[in-house]
Structure formats: structure tokens, C-alpha cells
């Protein structure tokens, strides 16, 4: 027999009397052993599934606890614009309250107040003598989905002894359209210029420029939509469009089966530093009027050009900065103008242009004080229905006490001459608080 069959019949041999020998009890402390183990790697499965569902069970107890709690529904985003967050109250609306009170104390009589080329339109005139109940804003906002926000804000003021109440503001808003692309519909202001979008309490002064009361009746805002554009750009770039109903001075009638309004405006701005950023824009309101509040029909195209500059020290204009701000309007109209006082009289032809401007500017300096200056000037149209030798011009200043972001108390003297001969010097002591939750003001 070969060598090497032999040795391999030697170890077969030798494998089967080993494992002859083997102690059953070590055999079965060995299958014991082995059974532990599997059961164990079970029981840290299971323990692992339970820690992940205590986690999950955890998140989704903060995300509840989060969607009751009154958290602000708008963040200032990249572009200085307000947009909504990611953690609006998607249930439970987040409610808002801003308290606006004067006294408003007159040199002359409102009832005598007339602006020399500017007829009154709108909300554009003197504000009501004595204590009264300024313009207040209840406002409600939330994400609605995953592709929606919606804000609603109703507003009370005192007129006369009467109080009115009116939708301000009522529209839905994207928040998910790609490629810097939002869209909005509904009821708000218009986008056009610096002032016009913001609202009234955000203001550093208690009125409006007369830029803003002589051709947009103090603020332009109707039913319609828009579409904006952020690029995606280093330095701010927005470029947008609107088209309105046209109800609202400067349009009127709703000409154009109810769109007799369009809009474009170009924003753009940045930072200088640390301590320095801009704002600047270029738009422009071209309205259908039939019928106007003033007595205008034909077509009114209104130019805005606006330059805001702001410097703080380290950044914290809360703390302390200056604000520089100016805006200049161009109003240029073609059409005919007929008494409102007197429907039935004959139409004046009217083909001119109109100017406004102001510049402000804000010194804070500490976190509870503010003081600011406004110089407001219109010049007349030479000719026409409009023209006058005398453009209106207006001085105002304001000292500002904040007791805290949440409210304000402000003392404005103003030196108002509309018309030649006739100086309206005006004191105004206002407050203003703020309740609830309250979206970050614009840049």
C-alpha cells in the first residue's frame, strides 16, 4: 500500500476516536453557548429599533410643541425682503397687533388745507386734528403647506368721530418656485420704490413724504399679482412686475376689463464693509385711469428712483447708525381732466409731467433714541389744469423714544407750506406698541 494512503487512513482514524472522546456535557455547554450569543445579538437589535423610535417619538414632541408657540412667521431674507419661515405656524396663524395713537395739534384748519398743482387723492391730506386713533393693523400670516404662506392684516383707524375698519392686506405668497422665482396674489402694496411696500408703522416719521400723498395717495396697494426674480448674484439683484385691478388713485375706474395697473421695478444693494450697506431701485407705475378721484381719465405713468444708505458701528444698527434715504417721482400724464366737483362740466385737456422728491435722514444714537430730519418738495406742472407758479414744500423733524422694539413714542414738528401765503405748522405726539408675534421688518 502506498505511504500516503496509509497516513491518510491514520488521520481519518484518529479524527473519529477524537471526536468519540469528546464529553457530551462540554458538547452541550458549547450549543449553549452558542444559543446565548444569538439571543443576545436579538435583544441589541431590539434595543436599537427602541432608541430610534424614542428619538422619533422625541422630534415629533418638539415640532408639536414648536407649531403652538407664538414664533414670528416672516425672517428678513438674503435681499432684505420679508419672507416666510420654515417655522410658521402651520395650524394656529401667528397674530399680530400694532396700536398706533396722535394728537395732532394744527396752525391752520384742515378743512383749508389745498395743495397748489396736487389735488388731494386718496389718504394724501392733512392728518385730523386732536387726540384720534392713528391707522392700527391686526394682521394673521402662516406657512399654509409645504409650498404656500398666506398673511391676512385688517385695519382700524378713527376718521371724523368714525371708526372704519378694511382689508390692508389679504394674499397668498410661494415659497418653494425654483431659481430665486416668487409669486404672490391677492390684495397687498406694491413693490415699486422704497416706502411703498412697507408699512406705515415701520416709518420713521408719523406721515408720509408728499412725493407718496400727491401721486400715490399716500400708498399704492390693490387686488392684483406679482412675480419676482432674486439672481443669484454676490451683490442683490431683484428685478420684478405687477399687474392691479387700477381701483386705487393714481388709477381709477379699473380700465382694462379690471387690470388698468402695471408695474416693473430693479432693486439692487450690498454691503461696504462691515459698517456700510446700500439700497438702491428704479421702477415704474403705469396706470388706465377712467374717471380718477381727481377727475383724471387717460394714461399716467409714474417714474420712482430711490437710494437708501446705512452705516452702524461693528454692524448693530440697533445699537446706534445713521440712515440716509431719498426718493425722486416723475408724473407724467396724457388724457383729459374734469371737475369732480362738477361731473357735467366740460374736459381740459391735460398733457404734462409733474415732480416730487424728499430726502430723509435718522441718527440713532443709543438703542432707546432716535432722531431724524425730512425736507419734502413738489414742483408743479407749468401748464395745463395743474399748473401753478408755487410748488409745495414741507420741513419736518421728530425725536424718537423706544422703550423697547416692541414700542415707541414719538414727539414731530412739521412746517408745512402747500400753497403760497398758507403755513401750516403742525405738532404731533404719537405712540405705537406692537403685540403678538411679529414678522422682521425690511431692510
Known sequence: M?????????????????????????????????????????????????????????????????????????????????SPSASANAFNPAISLILNGLYENHSQDPVNYQRAGFPL????????????????????????????????????????????????????ETTALPEGFTARAGRFYSNIGYLNSHHTHTDFFSDRPLAYQAFLGNQYGDDGIQLRWVAPTETYLEFGSEAFRGENAPAGGAAHSGVGVKTFFAHAGGDVGVENSWLAGASILRADSTGGEDG?????????????????????FKDAGIVVRSEAFLDDRKGIVVDPADPDALGQAWDGQRRGAYIEGLYRFSRSWDAGYRYDKLWAASAGPYASDFDPQRSTAMLTWHNSEFSLVRLQLAHDQPQPHFIDNILTLQYQVSLGAHGAHKF
Open 121 to 172: 387723492v386718496g389718504e394724501g391730506g392733512p392728518g385730523t386734528p386732536g387726540l384720534h386713533l392713528g391707522e392700527s393693523e391686526l394682521s394673521f400670516a402662516a406657512n399654509i403647506d409645504d409650498k404656500f404662506y398666506g398673511q391676512l392684516t385688517l385695519t382700524m383707524e378713527s376718521e371724523d368721530g368714525e371708526t372704519h375698519a378694511g382689508i390692508e392686506e389679504a394674499y397668498i
Open 296 to 316: 383724471f381719465s387717460g394714461r399716467d405713468n409714474v417714474y420712482l428712483f430711490d437710494f437708501t444708505w446705512k452705516w452702524a458701528p461693528h454692524g448693530q
Open 2 to 82: 502506498p505511504l500516503a494512503l496509509v497516513l491518510s487512513s491514520a488521520l481519518i482514524t484518529s479524527a473519529q476516536a477524537a471526536e468519540r472522546a469528546v464529553d457530551p456535557a462540554v458538547a452541550a455547554l458549547a450549543e449553549r453557548i452558542r444559543a446565548l450569543e444569538a439571543n443576545a445579538q436579538i435583544l441589541q437589535k431590539q434595543a436599537a429599533d427602541a432608541l430610534a423610535a424614542a428619538q422619533a417619538a422625541q422630534a415629533e414632541l418638539q415640532e408639536m410643541k414648536a407649531v403652538r408657540q407664538d414664533a414670528p412667521v416672516a425672517a428678513v431674507a438674503s435681499n432684505g425682503t420679508a
